[in-house]
């Protein structure tokens, strides 16, 4: 092995297995000698990199790239410029990793994508809406994972010009905004694609009295409400929206939504749907939907759990749209699924999560798996790509950090799932995530995010702290809160604290590394309210938070108002001030109950 001067001492270039990349590669071998970088570790710009492009190159897949390291010359090979882009990444990412060696190792990497398609999707309408400046920054960091679709989820914050009064305090994204954005993706090889949803949670705009007569029901089913499908008047409705939306992207597709109609048929439409039935209402609804998305030249997408629920009507879809098979659990059952869209040869993309809404801080295990089972099915399958979900749902308690590993590890998996399933996730989130020089940041959130495990509840969907905050007057021992115990939450509690001890040695190498330590702090601190409402709960009489001793409550009620106010500041540092009164206000509910 060739020894290299740097910064006065002689080092050794790295070996193989101290080389990760996010995501690795699907093949790299090492060459004989190094590569000596510049001091500030950069490639010395006599030696490369040479980009080669050149569609001919037939033996390169689309996207994909060989990147050749020797210890005199750097050269890219592509068929398209996107190999080309993500092949500078990856080169990018060797050069950070070797910069204070002050030299890398020879190689040869021959690296090309699963999916065609891997995408985000970001929820910007429970209440969070990120400031431009956040979403730059992510949009940054995805292009670095080789993610090439993002979507932002959209119910009522886009500036529609003829609906003010329904996105006037939640800080909307204008077109404009979106112009820049879609121009900034672009030359990042991101497609934004435009995101509306279009039957079902509808409630921002249904509860209102000018758009109540389009609504399925007059009150909402939970927290959701649904457009009436045999109301003609809902499909002028949509169309209004889509021509003010969709001119400001460039993509050719257009996410409708049209998931978890819960409320279909129990309304006006109940007379049609017992005599059609209530798939055949959906798919006759869903179907108009079609006809005005490719009136306007998009290919639709749309969420495929309503028609799983009628298997019999998938082979009547049309192969010109796609659709979104969602799922966020470890045992989703993404392979029975994706076959029913498969064998009808219906196009479709899977679409795990990242676990980290409803959870306070994640929920590491079940992200692991649920995006693993989604890229070993979508592929066995052939569907066209993956969609890695990141909702907020009651409020978007979770800070944005705690979403970057099911983010990341969901790229990597996307990318090539033989090479990065197993991935040290802890490892290259500090590698190049976090970029914490003292390498613990990543293992702090993994392991924050898998204190919900320790409670020794894990329901569906959320972790039991986030629900314990969320919904307080909801009984104990039933539903989603049995087997809550006091044992189980001082585990969870006393883990909480050995690992946000952790905090005090990170060193993140980011202008917001501040902020990011706050993050993690304050999710620690919510999850050690949590704990501690817990047990007082589990020890008063009948469970009620009203019943919880005069003292207890009050220190509580302190505690919640120190965390209300770091939450605040926290969310301002990221995101709008539009939404976050309703977000605070779920917190405001729970300190009502300390009151008495």
């Given at each position: 092995?060739v020894?290299?001067?740097?910064?006065?001492?002689?080092?050794?270039?790295?070996?193989?297995?101290?080389?990760?990349?996010?995501?690795?590669?699907?093949?790299?071998?090492?060459?004989?000698g190094a590569?000596?970088l510049?001091?500030?570790?950069s490639?010395p710009?006599a030696?490369?990199?040479?980009?080669?492009i050149?569609?001919?190159?037939?033996?390169?897949p689309?996207?994909?790239?060989?990147?050749?390291?020797?210890?005199?010359?750097?050269?890219?090979?592509?068929r398209d410029?996107?190999?080309?882009f993500?092949?500078?990444?990856?080169?990018?990412q060797?050069?950070?990793?070797?910069?204070e060696?002050?030299a890398m190792?020879?190689?040869?990497?021959?690296?090309?994508p699963d999916?065609?398609?891997r995408?985000?999707?970001?929820?910007?309408s429970?209440?969070k809406v990120?400031?431009?400046?956040?979403?730059?920054?992510?949009?940054?960091?995805?292009?670095?994972?080789?993610?090439?679709?993002?979507?932002?989820?959209?119910?009522?914050?886009?500036a529609?010009?003829?609906?003010?009064?329904?996105?006037?305090?939640?800080?909307?994204?204008?077109?404009?905004?979106?112009?820049?954005?879609?121009a900034?993706?672009?030359?990042?090889?991101?497609e934004?694609?435009?995101?509306?949803?279009?039957?079902?949670?509808?409630?921002?705009w249904?509860?209102?009295?000018?758009y109540?007569e389009?609504?399925e029901?007059?009150?909402?089913a939970?927290?959701?409400?649904?457009?009436?499908?045999?109301?003609?008047?809902?499909?002028?409705?949509?169309?209004g929206?889509?021509d003010d939306?969709?001119?400001?992207?460039?993509?050719?597709t257009?996410?409708?939504?049209c998931?978890e109609?819960?409320?279909?048929?129990?309304?006006?439409?109940?007379e049609?749907?017992?005599?059609?039935?209530?798939?055949r209402?959906?798919?006759e609804?869903?179907?108009?939907?079609q006809?005005?998305?490719k009136?306007r030249?998009?290919?639709?997408?749309?969420?495929?759990?309503?028609?799983l629920?009628?298997?019999?009507l998938i082979?009547?879809?049309?192969?010109?749209?796609?659709?979104l098979?969602?799922?966020?659990?470890?045992?989703h059952?993404?392979?029975?699924?994706g076959?029913?869209?498969?064998?009808?040869?219906?196009?479709y993309?899977?679409?795990?999560?990242?676990?980290?809404?409803?959870?306070?801080?994640?929920?590491?295990t079940?992200?692991?798996r649920?995006?693993?089972?989604a890229?070993?099915?979508g592929?066995?399958?052939g569907?066209?790509?993956?969609?890695?979900t990141d909702?907020g749902?009651?409020?978007?308690?979770?800070?944005?950090?705690?979403?970057?590993?099911?983010?990341?590890?969901g790229?990597?998996?996307?990318?090539?799932r033989?090479?990065?399933?197993g991935?040290?996730?802890?490892?290259?989130?500090?590698?190049?995530?976090?970029?914490?020089?003292?390498?613990v940041?990543g293992e702090?959130?993994?392991?924050?995010?898998?204190?919900?495990?320790?409670?020794?509840?894990?329901?569906?969907n959320?972790?039991?702290?986030?629900?314990?905050?969320?919904f307080?007057?909801?009984?104990?021992?039933?539903?989603?809160?049995?087997?809550?115990?006091?044992?189980?939450?001082?585990?969870?509690?006393?883990?909480?604290?050995e690992?946000?001890?952790?905090?005090g040695?990170?060193?993140p190498?980011?202008d917001?590394?501040?902020?990011?330590i706050?993050e993690?702090?304050?999710?620690?601190?919510?999850?050690?309210?949590?704990?501690?409402?817990?047990?007082a709960?589990l020890?008063?009489?009948?469970?009620a938070?009203?019943?919880?001793?005069?003292g207890?409550?009050?220190?509580?009620?302190?505690?919640?108002r120190?965390?209300?106010?770091?939450?605040?500041r926290v969310?301002r540092s990221?995101?709008?001030e539009?939404?976050?009164?309703?977000?605070?206000a779920r917190f405001?509910?729970?300190?009502?109950?300390?009151?008495?």
């Amino acid at each position: 092995m060739v020894a290299v001067l740097s910064r006065g001492k002689m080092r050794r270039p790295p070996t193989d297995e101290r080389i990760e990349l996010l995501p690795r590669p699907r093949r790299m071998r090492r060459g004989a000698g190094a590569l000596g970088l510049d001091r500030d570790g950069s490639v010395p710009r006599a030696v490369g990199p040479e980009v080669r492009i050149d569609a001919s190159m037939s033996a390169i897949p689309p996207q994909g790239y060989r990147l050749v390291v020797t210890p005199a010359q750097v050269v890219v090979e592509a068929r398209d410029a996107a190999g080309a882009f993500y092949a500078q990444g990856t080169l990018r990412q060797l050069t950070k990793l070797h910069a204070e060696i002050g030299a890398m190792p020879a190689l040869t990497i021959d690296d090309a994508p699963d999916f065609a398609e891997r995408g985000v999707l970001l929820d910007v309408s429970r209440d969070k809406v990120p400031t431009t400046g956040t979403l730059f920054r992510l949009i940054d960091e995805l292009a670095s994972w080789k993610i090439n679709r993002l979507q932002l989820y959209i119910e009522h914050t886009f500036a529609y010009r003829s609906h003010p009064a329904v996105w006037t305090d939640a800080s909307p994204l204008t077109g404009d905004e979106i112009e820049t954005l879609d121009a900034y993706c672009r030359e990042r090889f991101i497609e934004l694609v435009p995101n509306q949803n279009s039957f079902g949670h509808m409630e921002r705009w249904l509860k209102r009295p000018e758009y109540a007569e389009l609504a399925e029901v007059a009150e909402p089913a939970g927290e959701t409400m649904s457009l009436c499908p045999i109301d003609p008047r809902a499909i002028d409705f949509l169309a209004g929206l889509y021509d003010d939306l969709l001119p400001h992207f460039t993509s050719k597709t257009f996410n409708v939504g049209c998931d978890e109609t819960v409320d279909l048929g129990k309304g006006r439409s109940r007379e049609a749907v017992e005599r059609r039935g209530r798939g055949r209402v959906y798919l006759e609804f869903l179907e108009k939907i079609q006809a005005l998305v490719k009136a306007r030249g998009r290919r639709m997408q749309f969420w495929g759990d309503i028609v799983l629920e009628h298997p019999e009507l998938i082979p009547e879809l049309s192969t010109d749209l796609l659709a979104l098979l969602w799922g966020y659990e470890a045992d989703h059952p993404f392979d029975a699924q994706g076959a029913a869209f498969a064998e009808a040869k219906v196009p479709y993309q899977v679409c795990p999560g990242t676990s980290a809404w409803l959870s306070l801080a994640g929920r590491t295990t079940n992200a692991l798996r649920n995006l693993e089972a989604a890229a070993r099915s979508g592929l066995a399958h052939g569907a066209s790509g993956m969609l890695i979900t990141d909702w907020g749902d009651n409020g978007h308690w979770q800070p944005l950090p705690v979403s970057y590993l099911g983010l990341a590890y969901g790229a990597a998996l996307a990318w090539c799932r033989e090479t990065n399933e197993g991935l040290d996730v802890a490892r290259v989130l500090d590698a190049h995530v976090f970029r914490d020089r003292a390498g613990v940041l990543g293992e702090l959130a993994r392991d924050l995010g898998d204190v919900y495990r320790d409670t020794g509840v894990q329901p569906k969907n959320a972790s039991v702290l986030a629900l314990l905050m969320l919904f307080p007057e909801r009984a104990l021992g039933e539903g989603r809160l049995a087997g809550l115990s006091v044992e189980g939450l001082d585990r969870a509690e006393a883990r909480v604290d050995e690992v946000a001890a952790r905090l005090g040695g990170t060193r993140p190498d980011r202008d917001d590394a501040s902020l990011l330590i706050a993050e993690f702090a304050l999710a620690a601190d919510m999850m050690r309210h949590a704990c501690r409402l817990g047990r007082a709960r589990l020890r008063a009489p009948g469970g009620a938070v009203t019943a919880i001793g005069p003292g207890v409550r009050t220190a509580l009620a302190d505690d919640l108002r120190t965390i209300i106010a770091e939450y605040q500041r926290v969310w301002r540092s990221r995101n709008r001030e539009g939404g976050l009164r309703d977000s605070v206000a779920r917190f405001e509910s729970l300190l009502t109950l300390y009151s008495g």
